[in-house]
């Protein structure tokens, strides 16, 4: 018993794992925004976004963080997110997504963040950089959304939290072994898996390549214009002159 009074004493949020949260319309339901839950999220090419959705009445101060783990390749990388909610200002520059109607945005960039927070979670001894960490009083009550992306298009892991108030007495103690695993193999620990040879990649610069069924890679094929220019291209090497000698 004593032990499972520790493991409640020493986990700070109630976690949960992508994939499958990658839209408005498949967002994470944050259930009681009051209660401390953590959202943990691989972005990549294909699931670019972090979509979390959470229903407050107005004037409720809505807790925001937004970290990645403590990982070499994640170092300067610098991920944003963003609440959309009714009564927020209009937005004033173009987004990878779209704003529902009715609702405005606010949105927290980390470009300019040269010394994240450090947070360890002894419950995993874990760490992360914590990147934000804001409240925002909901102006309106009613649906609100909550996204973390990248804005430079580059893949990575992230973790967004919201609620303060730390509650497990609904929590199955089974689901600690679990979460124990899950959290180390997601910071890349070592502790349960092997560590994998991760390569972020530019999802603007360099498209994935496609794998099939018998797991060969291949890169896209070129779109219509990519075709007109090739043909163009042979069409002017067939009618370059030979030189002597050739």
Not at 134 to 146: C, F, W
């Amino acid at each position: 018993m004593l032990s499972l009074i520790l493991l409640f004493d020493a986990l700070a949020h109630r976690p949960s794992f992508g994939p499958g949260y990658g839209s408005p319309s498949t967002a994470y339901v944050v259930e009681d925004p009051t209660v401390s839950i953590v959202v943990y999220s691989e972005i990549t090419c294909e699931a670019p976004q972090l979509w979390m959705s959470v229903d407050a009445e107005a004037g409720f101060p809505l807790y925001l963080q937004l970290g990645v783990p403590e990982l070499p390749r994640l170092k300067d990388w610098r991920p944003a997110i963003a609440l959309l909610a009714p009564g927020l200002p209009e937005p004033t520059q173009a987004y990878p997504f779209d704003i529902p109607e009715g609702m405005g945005i606010t949105m927290f960039s980390t470009e300019d963040l040269s010394e994240p927070g450090m947070f360890f979670e002894p419950f995993s001894g874990t760490s992360s950089w914590v990147l934000v960490e804001e409240t925002v009083v909901l102006p309106q009550g009613g649906p609100a959304l909550i996204v973390a992306w990248d804005p430079g298009g580059y893949t990575g892991k992230l973790w967004a939290a919201t609620g303060t108030i730390e509650d497990f007495a609904n929590v199955d103690p089974s689901n600690f072994v679990l979460w124990m695993e899950q959290v180390n193999n997601f910071h890349e620990t070592g502790r349960y898996e092997e560590v994998p040879d991760i390569v972020e990649v530019d999802c603007v610069a360099e498209p994935p390549a496609a794998e099939d069924a018998s797991g060969c890679r291949h890169v896209p094929a070129p779109g219509l214009a990519g075709l007109v220019g090739l043909a163009v291209l042979l069409l002017r090497r067939g009618r370059a002159p030979a030189r002597a000698g050739l």
